[in-house]
């Protein structure tokens, strides 16, 4: 259930690789949303069935449901009557990991695009490849054709991103781990800190980022199975430097060692170090690790930049204050004004972190800057939605910051600045639309 969505579409093509039978169904697909990733999935060979329509009449050995999916939904009761076993996406992840040798990716932000470039250096390599599961496509294995977000391999290594959300990251047992930072998402921070010190001790050895003091915190209580990463500090065991940064280019340095990211967003760089440190500490030597990211593509969706005459067009995944911080900070080293539209991804998300969210514009818009605020992205359900993007325009409370529920608005808004050099970012998760506003604003059909 859910299928098209990122975390349970991996899950159908690892089934779909495996032999097995497998029918999915998606309310976006019946809208006619997410078209490419039901024709993916279609191809692979599984049998796509309506939401509001019936399952198909066969014996099902399992159902696999996203924790979006309401506890009312007709399915459960389906499999109820049946008796037929119902796991959530963690739940199964958690099952096929931990019978693995497993290498988990967590923290709070930039987790996906960590697994796509530890995804890249491992299957580069001259040596038997882990099985992948990627938040979202990994531009390097991603065609018209093939989602790009799972690899399937010939070794019993698995490369799992896993998710905090739903409060399973203490079940999974990697034997190797790595926490990217830790910061308020989901749960307050002292439950995540929980949560990751109980991962750690589960982990043979973790990568951690000691230039979070929450994830260095934790780093400090478990000393001897630590493999410490920093940008600041030359005595951890992979220390990074920050060397330049162009459009499509960043130069760094890790342990003395050039690299080149051909990509843009400068906390790409601590991205890097947390996924080379790993696959070092996988066996995979360091001039290979950084060799392999000279040709990483990037992930879909994440700081993906598009340039038309002297302006620049970004569509980025960014939906948390942290991650926003970081987009908007690497827009800004463009050195135009950035006009930022931020659609909140959901009620619950915008309600939980409203004064985070307002904080953080308030700290980092220029004044030449402008915050264009969208209506909050409605996925159907049960959800509370009595928050409104208003509320945290008002919060923000600044001249430059504005709201549009009219898409065709913002598009005209974009028109009439076609002649001024500006770097526009479209930020948002879970709309798959959001790539179409981009491409509007551009001047693109």
């Not at 490369?159 to 409060?167: A, P, R, V």
């Not at 400090?220 to 005595?235: G, Y």
């Not at 904080?359 to 220029?366: G, I, P, T, Y």
């Amino acid at each position: 259930m859910a299928a098209g969505g990122s975390g349970m579409n991996v899950l159908a093509q690892h089934l779909l690789s495996q032999g097995l039978s497998v029918s999915g169904m998606d309310r976006d697909f019946d809208r006619g949303w997410k078209e490419r990733i039901r024709s993916c999935l279609h191809s692979l060979g599984m049998t796509i069935v309506r939401e509001d329509g019936d399952l198909p009449d066969k014996a099902f050995d399992l159902i696999l449901v996203s924790p979006a999916v309401e506890k009312a939904h007709p399915v459960l009761g389906y499999a109820r009557e049946r008796k037929i076993p119902v796991q959530t996406r963690s739940e199964f992840l958690v099952s096929i990991f931990n019978h693995s040798k497993g290498m988990g990716i967590s923290g709070t932000s930039g987790k996906t695009t960590v697994t796509g470039m530890l995804a890249s250096i491992c299957h580069y390599q001259d040596r038997p490849k882990p099985v992948v599961f990627c938040g979202d496509e990994i531009l390097n294995f991603s065609s018209p054709i093939r989602l790009g977000n799972y690899l399937p391999g010939d070794s019993k290594e698995m490369i799992l991103e896993l998710d905090e959300s739903d409060g399973l990251l203490p079940s999974y047992q990697p034997y190797l781990s790595c926490i990217t930072n830790i910061q308020r998402d989901h749960y307050s921070v002292e439950e995540l800190e929980g949560l990751f010190v109980k991962l750690t001790k589960n982990s043979g050895k973790t990568v951690v980022n000691v230039d979070c003091p929450v994830s260095r915190k934790i780093a400090e209580n478990f000393s001897d199975k630590i493999i410490r990463v920093s940008l600041t500090d030359p005595e951890v065991n992979y220390y990074g430097k920050l060397l330049k940064v162009g459009e499509n280019e960043i130069r760094y340095s890790i342990n003395d060692y050039a690299g080149i990211l051909p990509i843009s967003g400068s906390y790409n760089v601590k991205n890097a170090l947390m996924a080379i440190a790993m696959a070092c500490e996988n066996g995979i030597p360091l001039k290979a690790a950084v060799q392999a990211l000279e040709s990483f593509k990037g992930i879909r969706n994440r700081f993906e930049i598009k340039k038309k005459g002297k302006s620049f067009f970004i569509l980025d995944f960014a939906h948390n204050p942290e991650k926003i911080r970081a987009s908007l900070n690497s827009a800004q080293e463009m050195g135009l004004p950035v006009y930022y539209v931020f659609q909140p991804h959901g009620y619950n998300p915008l309600k939980f972190m409203m004064k985070e969210f307002g904080d953080m514009f308030r700290q980092e818009l220029r004044e030449d800057d402008r915050l264009i605020l969208l209506k909050i992205y409605d996925a159907g359900g049960t959800a509370d939605r009595s928050v409104h993007s208003r509320d945290l325009l008002q919060l923000i409370n600044r001249k430059n910051v504005s709201y549009m529920e009219d898409w065709d608005e913002m598009i005209q808004l974009s028109s009439s600045l076609k002649n001024i050099p500006l770097c526009w970012v479209v930020a948002g998760a879970r709309d798959e639309k959001l790539k179409d506003l981009r491409d509007g604003i551009m001047g693109i059909s």
